[in-house]
């Protein structure tokens, strides 16, 4: 029946690229207009860490998903590498994330000289699940001069780094009332679910930080980049302050004030994502559109079912996930799509199960997120629009 199924499914998703060429998992997608924002640097010869897209980029990002300040930076992992900076992480800290992540979060967690806490997720949304973080500080922790410790290490869990998977968004506003509770900063992982929503709100906005990257296989690119927003002025202020090398604003005078860091995004990178930003709304549609002609057509295959959004929340559906009733139908249909050039992945190897990774504090089994991890998988996702002449 597997085989059948698969071969069902295979079809389904290269009629819907129109193709019998190879169907990447998601592609980029650019318009005359990226070229013209982009020469539109280059003839400026701002092209570097200075430059009129950046500040551009930077404000209308943040009116897009509705925080105060933005902060643009050379790529996600240095946006989350920042965001725990300037939210007191200090060497010897834990911090809390999900096992069912891309590697950065906890890279990021790392190069503040922290380690990860690793706290299961929802079956549903595929993020941190508020129920268990509950238990998991009720259980393991005390609290300490208004410091949230971890019983059995001694060390002061600072921050908590939930992660909206594939961009369906976790019960967020869940997370941050525990977090409030137990004093600990929320920075939210936000870097796939730029346009999805929680409760009419956009995702990353919920913490005191949120975090997003602009990869070339994220919703939108700027070849390489990413963004912090926050609504405190302060928290902007530091982390742009500690992103453009800890420089006093001089007019000649190079003078620095701390470690800082070279990680503000060049204007060439800006400039891609101002023309990104104009396309966003429209690869929102046709991605929503593309997801519901999946979900609809996945109600008719039987050992799988197709990962929606769970109530409360709207899904940017950056890359679309299947879950079968079992590994072993999993990792053939793997096969069967990846052999006949309709490229499917399974999720990232856990984070807890990885070499670096695997002896730190945890919640005990982590069931789900080891169960999800056998089996889903992520399907063809780029949007497919619509040729007008624009495109042309
Ligand atoms: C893409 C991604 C990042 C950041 O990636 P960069 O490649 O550094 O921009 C961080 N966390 C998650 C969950 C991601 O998917």
Redesign the pocket.
């Known amino acids: 029946m597997g085989m059948v199924q698969n071969e069902k499914i295979i079809s389904f998703i290269r009629s819907l690229y129109n193709t019998d060429a190879f169907i990447p998992l998601h592609e980029p997608t650019f318009s005359d207009l990226e070229k013209e924002y982009v020469n539109e640097a280059i003839d400026s010869t701002f092209v570097s860490s200075v430059g009129g897209f950046v500040n551009r980029f930077e404000k209308e990002f943040a009116d897009f998903v509705g925080a105060k300040y933005a902060v643009a930076v050379v790529?996600?992992?240095?946006a989350?590498h920042t965001a725990l900076l300037v939210s007191g992480v200090l060497p010897d800290d834990e911090v809390i994330t999900q096992p069912l992540?891309?590697v950065?979060?906890c890279n990021a967690i790392s190069y503040c000289g922290a380690t990860p806490v690793f706290v299961d997720v929802d079956e549903d949304t595929m993020g941190l699940s508020p129920i268990f973080l509950r238990t998991f500080l009720a259980q393991e922790t005390i609290q300490k001069n208004g410091e949230c410790v971890d019983k059995k290490t001694s060390k002061v869990i600072r921050a908590c780094v939930p992660?909206h998977t594939f961009g369906n968004p976790t019960r967020i506003e869940a997370i941050a009332e525990v977090c409030q509770e137990f004093n600990i900063s929320l920075v939210e992982?936000a870097?796939?679910s730029l346009g999805s929503f929680r409760k009419n709100q956009h995702t990353g906005t919920f913490g005191a930080l949120g975090v997003f990257?602009?990869?070339g296989n994220?919703i939108m690119t700027t070849g390489?980049?990413?963004m912090l927003v926050t609504d405190n002025q302060e928290i902007a202020q530091k982390a742009k302050h500690l992103t453009t090398t800890a420089k006093v604003p001089h007019k000649w005078n190079f003078d620095h004030n701390q470690i800082g860091y070279n990680y503000r995004m060049p204007n060439l990178n800006a400039a891609l994502g101002c023309a990104q930003l104009v396309k966003l709304p429209e690869f929102l549609r046709s991605k929503r559109a593309l997801a519901s002609q999946y979900e609809e057509f996945f109600e008719t295959v039987e050992n799988c079912h197709f990962v929606t959004e769970s109530s409360g929340s709207k899904s940017n559906y950056w890359l679309n996930t299947l879950k079968f009733n079992d590994a072993g139908e999993r990792d053939s249909f793997l096969k069967s799509a990846n052999d006949s050039g309709v490229m499917s992945r399974p999720c990232w190897t856990l984070m807890h199960e990885l070499p670096m990774y695997a002896h730190y504090q945890r919640d005990d089994e982590l069931l789900v997120s080891r169960n999800l991890s056998e089996k889903i998988v992520n399907i063809p996702s780029s949007p497919i629009l619509e040729r007008t002449t624009d495109t042309l």
Do not use: I, P
């Not at 790529?75 to 240095?78: Q, S």
């Open positions: 790529n996600g992992t240095a989350l992540t891309f950065a979060t992660m992982d870097a796939e990257s602009f990869n994220k390489g980049g990413g």
